[in-house]
Nanobody
Framework: QVQLAESGGGLVQAGGSLRLSCAAS????????MAWFRQAPGKEREFVAV????????TYTDSVKGRFTISRDNFQNTVYLQMNSLKKEDTAVYYC???????????WGQGTQVTVSS
């Protein structure tokens, strides 16, 4: 198991930026692919982005392409989500998740709240 702790959420105006961080501990970080999900009020949790173990491959949901960037630092055991041009509809609790290759994303953090005001 790997333990995950998100930080960096907050209140920002539409058009602004935030960078979320997710610090991992407990297992070898580079063994895990890492992902960000979000859950808006009254909605189901949805996928945002995923990054491969060495950071060489990334995938995004369509609604954030060109605005969000996922990255990782395997020396700092941290994954990031840079969020630019934020929209009100990006308001959600953001979670990071970790999974071994070939397995499910079965390690989750507690989440960090992002609120975008108009």
């Amino acid at each position: 198991q790997v333990q995950l702790a998100e930080s960096g959420g907050g209140l920002v105006q539409a058009g602004g930026s935030l960078r979320l961080s997710c610090a991992a501990s407990g297992r070898t970080f580079s063994d895990y692919r890492m992902a960000w999900f979000r859950q808006a009020p009254g909605k189901e949790r949805e996928f945002v982005a995923v990054i491969s173990r060495n950071g060489g491959a990334t995938t995004y949901t369509d609604s954030v392409k060109g605005r969000f960037t996922i990255s990782r630092d395997n020396f700092q055991n941290t994954v990031y989500l840079q969020m630019n041009s934020l929209k009100k509809e990006d308001t959600a609790v953001y979670y990071c998740a970790a999974g071994l290759v070939g397995g499910q994303l079965d390690n989750w953090g507690q989440g960090t709240q992002v609120t975008v005001s108009s």
